[in-house]
């Protein structure tokens, strides 16, 4: 008899605590609009958000709440824009809270639910990425408007319309073919370093670095290119002359 009270016991008290899948880490950048911390309960037994409560806290103070019995939040005024991630998947177990990125402040986090006499804490830290390969951003992530096209025609434009002056007036129609090509090839070099360059400044995080490098490379190829022309052509030179 003892040992069965025991065992009723240890069930009965197993039931009354929720479990949770764990998330120990959760990362953001300065590319995230929206942080989600997550939260989720693994063995509810009502499914029923009416007879829930959820808490979070941040460094032990509550800064967002949801009573299901009333349908009422809570949200800190430092986080107005404090909300479960999603309201119809609390009955599953899900209370992952939402945040906005630039109120989301690095830190330890608990996520306390109540279901009835039921109920668990779960813990997530929110750390911020560092490391990311440094790069200038312009504007926030989603907006290719028209103005971002707009410059970047500009900024092609411009460099073709460069290049097209400074031929027009430093090259004469003398010059051999080689020379033409190898300034044809520093012009594709330059447009692609620069079309790289501008998709890189609207994306976050930066993308299409390779294009900044190829373009780039394709100059330092040419310049290469130029100098063994010209070293082969003054060789010719001299040998002219001595003749």
């Known amino acids: 008899?003892?040992?069965?009270?025991?065992?009723?016991?240890?069930?009965?008290?197993?039931?009354?605590?929720?479990?949770?899948?764990?998330?120990?880490?959760?990362?953001?950048?300065?590319?995230?609009?929206?942080?989600i911390l997550?939260?989720?309960?693994?063995?509810?037994?009502?499914?029923?958000?009416?007879?829930?409560?959820?808490?979070w806290k941040k460094q032990g103070k509550r800064i967002f709440s949801?009573?299901?019995?009333?349908?009422?939040?809570?949200?800190?005024?430092?986080?107005?824009?404090?909300?479960l991630a999603s309201l119809a998947d609390l009955p599953k177990g899900i209370a992952s809270l939402m945040l906005d990125g630039a109120e989301a402040a690095v830190g330890n986090y608990s996520c306390e639910v109540t279901?009835?006499?039921r109920e668990g804490e779960?813990?997530?830290?929110?750390?911020?990425?560092?490391g990311e390969l440094p790069a200038i951003v312009l504007e926030p992530v989603g907006r290719e408007n028209k103005q971002n096209l707009m410059g970047k025609r500009k900024i092609t434009n411009m460099t073709v319309r460069y290049f097209k002056?400074?031929?027009?007036?430093?090259?004469i129609p003398?010059?051999?073919?080689t020379t033409f090509a190898l300034i044809g090839l520093q012009i594709l070099g330059y447009i692609i370093a620069v079309v790289g360059f501008a998709l890189c400044v609207s994306a976050c995080p930066p993308l299409h670095g390779s294009v900044v490098i190829a373009g780039l490379a394709i100059m330092a190829i040419a310049?290469?290119?130029?100098?063994?022309?010209?070293?082969?052509?003054?060789?010719?030179?001299?040998?002219?002359?001595?003749v």
């Open 223 to 242: 310049n290469l290119l130029s100098l063994a022309y010209v070293f082969i052509m003054d060789l010719k030179k001299m040998k002219d002359l001595k």
């Open 66 to 83: 949801f009573d299901g019995a009333r349908q009422q939040f809570y949200r800190d005024p430092t986080v107005p824009s404090a909300n």
């Open 165 to 171: 002056l400074k031929i027009q007036k430093t090259v």
């Open 1 to 35: 008899q003892w040992l069965v009270t025991t065992i009723v016991l240890e069930l009965w008290c197993g039931s009354a605590q929720l479990m949770f899948s764990v998330t120990d880490v959760v990362e953001k950048t300065e590319c995230n609009k929206t942080v």
């Open 115 to 117: 279901e009835l006499n």
């Open 174 to 177: 003398s010059l051999p073919q």
């Open 38 to 55: 997550p939260c989720h309960v693994i063995n509810l037994k009502g499914n029923n958000a009416n007879v829930m409560f959820v808490t």
């Open 122 to 130: 779960t813990t997530v830290e929110l750390r911020q990425r560092i």
